[in-house]
């Protein structure tokens, strides 16, 4: 069974412009949260989606939305990009709300210049 | 507040036993999870606890008490392969997973 695909793997932006990030769940998953990890330091959440809605918001500007498809997967959307936007973005796929057992993907590495 | 708090850094010996602390400050939340990072890797489920106690997966077994704010992450017979990032998050409502730090272990020969 394939994990957490995310796409693309690396990326390298300009400041303001804008980005689009991909997140295929595990088969079955319905729950899509997306989280920011700056070198160092532990994810911090950012969304969470389930059955297409979403069901929870961490603490950062409008300049991040993201939307989950029927099919579960998503994409997290990050405009007017900053250079304190870099970092590692992940997704991580669970069968519940509450996330007791989150499955992560590898990432993807942007980078704002 | 909302924040986690863990050991940076803790160095131990290969075949040996480690612990990782993990305090926190607020209560209501669903439970306590235990993840492992590699360096550039996605961070890798091991451990949950939602009721006080202690839960084992072979090498590998987590504590919580909430009554004291803590829970900790065992290491058994540790492997050069367990030299990574470990952190402890808390699963908060609105699927949100807040994490701490982490906790940098390097194993050594």
């Known amino acids: 069974d394939a994990g957490v695909t995310q796409s693309p793997t690396h990326l390298i932006k300009t400041r303001g412009q804008q980005v689009t990030l991909r997140c295929s769940p595990i088969s079955g998953h319905k729950s899509v949260s997306w989280y920011q990890q700056v070198l160092g330091q532990g994810p911090q959440f950012i969304f969470q989606y389930y059955e297409k809605e979403e069901r929870g918001r961490g603490n950062f500007p409008d300049r991040f939305s993201a939307r989950q498809f029927p099919n579960y997967s998503s994409e997290l959307n990050v405009n007017a990009l900053l250079l304190g936007d870099s970092a590692l973005y992940l997704c991580?796929?669970?069968?519940?709300?509450?996330?007791?057992?989150?499955?992560f993907g590898q990432g993807t590495r942007l980078t704002v210049v | 507040g909302q924040s986690l708090e863990q050991p940076s850094e803790v160095t131990a010996v290969e075949g040996a036993i480690v612990q990782i602390n993990c305090t926190y400050q607020t209560s209501g939340f669903y439970g306590l999870s235990w993840y492992q990072q590699h360096d550039g890797g996605a961070p890798t489920f091991l451990s949950y606890n939602a009721l006080d106690g202690l839960e084992e997966t072979g090498r590998f077994s987590s504590f919580l008490s909430r009554s004291d704010s803590y829970g900790y992450l065992l290491l058994q017979e540790l492997q050069m392969k367990d030299s990574a990032s470990y952190f402890c998050a808390r699963g908060d409502q609105g699927g949100k997973l807040i994490f701490g730090q982490g906790t940098e272990l390097s194993v050594k020969p």
């Open positions: 991580a796929s669970s069968s519940s709300t509450v996330n007791t057992e989150a499955f």
